[in-house]
């Protein structure tokens, strides 16, 4: 029979994720890190119950990301550059004719929480 790992890794532990404040969310994500300790789950199915206990991402609207491009004094064309989109993409971005979705609001929150060299 197959030895199974006992110990968790660092990056998990039975504390609550900070700003999780689901009781239900904290129950499941505790449950899944035993199971996958003892051995039952996988690591990609404890991604995807890591994945329900993350922060829910903010919402940008055109005025909060132009406060964003102005916080780190570049122009619209290196803002761009930064995100990997167009210029004409966060023109419509801080107009608000377009709302960014996907990877775009994930790098947004990058920047807003870490700054510029995190994107870098």
Known sequence: MPKRKAARSKKSSTEPKP????????????????????????KRRMRKYEALCLDPLPEYSSGRIRKLRDRHRVSQAVFAAILNTSLSTVRQWEIGEKRPSGPSVKLLNLLDRKGLQALL
Do not use: K, Q, W, Y
């Not at 700003?19 to 996988?42: C, K, M, P, Q, Y």
């Open 19 to 42: 700003g999780t404040d689901s009781r239900i969310l904290n129950a499941v994500h505790e449950t899944a890190l035993d199971l996958h300790a003892a051995g039952f789950i996988d």
